[in-house]
């Protein structure tokens, strides 16, 4: 016990720290509540266009849907969006199932045209009938949306009147834009492994694997900084794959790779709930990415990623994958 001479020095020290805690701020009724997500936060999704697609270079075109399946699973990618060519499908081969399968493990379908016309150089009323034929097949699918994405990316180039027109006979069918944000070409990198392979060529499959990380994670930093420089945010990105024997190898590599840079993996139904999604560039070329038609439209520069560039594509894959 303390003496009455200590007890003096013991209650000054009380009242001192009772004035000090009555001067720090007190939490407020939602200091307990969840941190609200920022808008600065790095999200991004996932998308293939292209399914079905054909023979790759290194798996058997059975195998390949579920080693995609088991790398999206294992990459923590439990909603990813598939853009199907149904004019590729026939009662001869198995691709009717691969979609079906892509649908049962919770991904989601939607439309590609049926037969990957081209715009540019297809006229409205062939282009729109190309549609529709994709969204005869697709409508009753199960985990289908009313999403379309342009074949190439190509939405009218430079000419306006055909791309209005377009715009506006997918607001008649009540299909939206299903637009990409980040892109690294990967389906060129299929080219020149599949033309690697006819050669008989080796290729050190670690470099490749290296590759297509690397240079698809740099295309997601490059978009969502060209976001925040054209529109004062990151939006939630939208990453443009193929279903190809690359992506079964390595998509979960890549989503490993972003997450540790920081990227939150969300669903394509999120990506697409972003307020760009309601956003129609005005823009000389309509062609690419969303983030690089609004940075055009905003007068942005340095908009392109340099590796889309097939020159440098193709350098980097003959100096680290053929080791030319």
């Known amino acids: 016990m303390l003496s009455p001479r200590g007890l003096l020095p013991a209650a000054l020290l009380a009242l001192a720290l009772f004035g000090f805690l009555s001067l720090m701020p007190r939490p407020s009724d939602n200091a307990f509540l969840p941190v609200p997500v920022a808008t600065t936060d790095k999200r991004i999704a996932f998308s293939f266009d292209d399914t079905p697609r054909g023979q790759g270079a290194f798996l058997e075109k059975a195998?390949?849907?579920?080693?995609?399946?088991?790398a999206l699973a294992t990459g923590g990618i439990r909603q990813a969006v598939f853009f199907i060519n149904p004019g590729r499908i026939?009662?001869?081969?198995?691709?009717?199932?691969t979609v079906a399968s892509y649908a049962g493990a919770g991904h989601?379908?939607?439309n590609h045209t049926a037969d990957h016309s081209k715009l540019s150089t297809t006229s409205v009323e062939m282009f729109l009938a190309d549609v529709d034929r994709a969204e005869a097949w697709l409508k009753d699918k199960p985990n289908y949306r009313p999403w379309f994405r342009f074949p190439y990316l190509d939405e009218g180039q430079k000419d306006k009147k055909k791309r209005d027109a377009v715009r506006t006979g997918l607001k008649k069918r009540g299909l939206m834009n299903g637009y990409v944000t980040v892109d690294?070409?990967?389906w060129h990198m299929e080219e020149l492994a599949l033309a690697a392979a006819r050669d008989g060529k080796l290729m050190d499959w670690n470099a490749?694997?290296?590759?297509?990380?690397e240079s698809y994670l740099?295309?997601?930093?490059?978009?969502?900084?060209l976001a925040r420089r054209t529109l004062g945010r990151a939006p939630v990105q939208m990453i443009l794959l193929?279903?190809?024997?690359l992506a079964a190898m390595f998509v979960d590599d890549l989503a490993a790779a972003l997450k540790q840079d920081g990227w939150t993996i969300v669903s394509a139904d999120e990506a697409y709930r972003d307020p760009i999604a309601n956003m129609e560039p005005d823009v000389d070329f309509a062609d690419g990415t969303r983030t690089q038609m609004l940075a055009a439209e905003r007068g942005i520069g340095n908009r392109w990623?340099?590796?889309n560039d097939q020159k440098v594509a193709k350098k980097l894959f003959a100096e680290r994958v053929l080791r030319d």
Not at 63 to 70: A, D, T
Not at 208 to 213: D, R
Not at 242 to 245: G, I, L
């Open 242 to 245: 193929h279903d190809t024997d």
């Open 218 to 225: 740099q295309s997601a930093n490059f978009s969502d900084d």
């Open 305 to 307: 990623y340099m590796r």
């Open 90 to 97: 026939t009662d001869q081969d198995d691709d009717a199932a």
């Open 208 to 213: 490749m694997g290296e590759l297509f990380v």
């Open 108 to 110: 989601l379908l939607a």
């Open 184 to 186: 690294a070409s990967d």
């Open 63 to 70: 195998e390949r849907p579920q080693m995609l399946l088991e």
